[in-house]
């Protein structure tokens, strides 16, 4: 049974910091894309990072690059994204993804597998 659990967000001033973790199982986690992306209230979901098994090749958002960091444990099943100069525009559900072909997809329709999502809320 394959399961992705989000977790680390929660409430944050605006300039502040948050780690967000993904735990994986039930696939071969090592092969697989691992992408972020957020969805706010009534907007679509929104692309934020991702990044190729082997961690050669990443990809941000223009809205994140340079704040915020896409890594991976293989050895571990997990996938993170630190959050830096947190802005009120950052505030959403937080989604983890696994794609299987390797490549980085940004929309969110070429995923296989999904995470249940963690709030992230940054306050002014």
Known sequence: QVQLVESGGGLVQAGGSLRLSCAASGFAFGTYTMGWFRQA???EREFVAAQTWSGR???YSDSVEGRFTIS????????YLQMNSLRPEDTAVYYCAAEGRPVVPRTWLEYDYWGQGTQVTVST
């Open 72 to 79: 991976r444990e293989n050895a571990k099943n997990t996938v």
């Open 57 to 59: 090749r990443i990809y």
């Open 41 to 43: 209230p009534g907007m």
